[in-house]
């Protein structure tokens, strides 16, 4: 089949999925950019932006899978090994990325005063942004990984190495 026509048969969710993964890493890196510089409030809805974008990315993804199935990558030998590989830490990675993600946000709403002040002493609100700076370690590269990969592997899939006919 030739690529070009191939493009023009894509489902355009696949498309779409790519773009928000794009949006979600360059929110990710602009929210880490923003916490080292000092910025807090601006950190906090950048990253807030990010994990609804994931959402929606979420959404979009499991709709095309539903509705449209899956291409399988066709194109032999190291490519393949090197795809597959990536694809499969990019799968499990991404089963990790709610859950991490919800619980960072959760830790640094509590942490900086989503409940009004009467519920949460001082001393429980640092112990909950030292919670979200611990699993923010870990959270942050996951999550960039998964984003990162995602249009790796769309790339790979649909523009260098597209199936044939």
């Given at each position: 089949?030739?690529?070009?026509?191939?493009?023009?048969?894509?489902?355009?969710?696949?498309?779409?999925?790519?773009?928000?993964?794009?949006?979600?890493?360059v929110?990710?890196?602009?929210?880490?950019?923003?916490?080292?510089?000092?910025?807090?409030?601006?950190?906090g809805?950048?990253m807030?932006?990010?994990?609804?974008?994931?959402?929606l990315?979420l959404?979009?993804?499991?709709?095309?899978?539903?509705?449209?199935?899956?291409?399988?990558?066709?194109?032999?030998?190291?490519?393949?090994?090197?795809?597959?590989?990536i694809?499969?830490?990019?799968?499990?990675?991404?089963?990790?990325?709610?859950?991490?993600?919800?619980?960072?946000?959760?830790?640094?709403?509590?942490?900086?005063?989503?409940?009004?002040?009467?519920?949460?002493?001082?001393?429980?609100?640092?112990?909950?942004?030292?919670?979200?700076?611990?699993?923010?370690?870990w959270?942050?590269p996951?999550w960039?990984?998964?984003?990162?990969?995602?249009?790796?592997?769309?790339v790979m899939?649909?523009?260098?190495?597209?199936?044939?006919?």
């Open positions: 089949m030739d690529s070009l026509l191939f493009a023009a048969t894509i489902n355009p969710l696949v498309h779409l999925n790519a773009v928000l993964n794009s949006i979600a890493t929110l990710l890196v602009l929210g880490f950019v923003l916490i080292k510089r000092g910025h807090r409030q601006a950190h809805w950048v807030i932006s990010a994990f609804l974008v994931s959402c990315f959404v979009s993804y499991l709709t095309y899978h539903w509705t449209a199935g899956s291409v399988r990558f066709t194109h032999p030998g190291i490519v393949k090994v090197i795809y597959l590989v694809l499969l830490t990019h799968v499990v990675l991404a089963m990790t990325v709610p859950f991490l993600a919800s619980a960072t946000i959760a830790f640094a709403l509590l942490g900086t005063g989503f409940k009004s002040a009467s519920e949460l002493t001082q001393d429980q609100r640092s112990r909950y942004l030292a919670k979200h700076r611990r699993l923010a370690h959270t942050l996951i960039l990984y998964v984003s990162v990969t995602g249009v790796v592997v769309y899939l649909y523009h260098l190495w597209p199936p044939v006919a």
